[in-house]
């Protein structure tokens, strides 16, 4: 049974920093394209990073250079690490995977798998 399990949210001021984890259960996640998206009040949810299973990574042009998505394949996690946070950063963190293993689109449509989220909140 597959099974994605978010944590590491929190309550930041800006500038601060979180490192959000996804244990997957299930598959090992170096075989599917695996990303974080998030989801702020009365907004879609929209993908924040992506990682294939080659190891290419996405991430869209509001977090570059802030965030990065990394796996660790012998213990089936997917983190990302948030640095210098705004407070437009608030939203609901989830972890989504693929049923590919090359990332073919940044849709909710195109994941087949979700987390139920964890909370990130920053404060100016």
């Known amino acids: 049974q597959v099974k994605l399990v978010e944590s590491g949210g929190g309550s930041v001021q800006s500038g601060g920093s979180l490192r959000l984890s996804c244990v997957v259960y299930?598959?090992?996640?170096?075989?599917?394209?695996m990303a974080w998206f998030r989801q702020a009040p009365g907004k879609e949810r929209e993908q924040v990073a992506s990682?294939?299973?080659?190891?290419?990574?996405t991430h869209t042009d509001s977090v570059k250079g802030r965030f990065t998505i990394s796996q660790d394949n012998s213990k089936t996690i997917l983190y990302l690490k948030m640095n210098t946070l705004k407070p437009e950063d608030t939203a609901l963190y989830y972890c989504?995977?693929?049923?590919?293993?090359?990332?073919?689109?940044?849709?909710?449509?195109?994941?087949?798998?979700w987390g139920r989220g964890t909370q990130v909140t920053v404060s100016s």
């Open positions: 989504a995977a693929a049923h590919t293993r090359y990332c073919t689109s940044d849709r909710v449509a195109a994941f087949s798998n």
């Open positions: 299930g598959y090992m996640i170096s075989r599917r394209c």
């Open positions: 990682i294939d299973s080659d190891g290419r990574t």
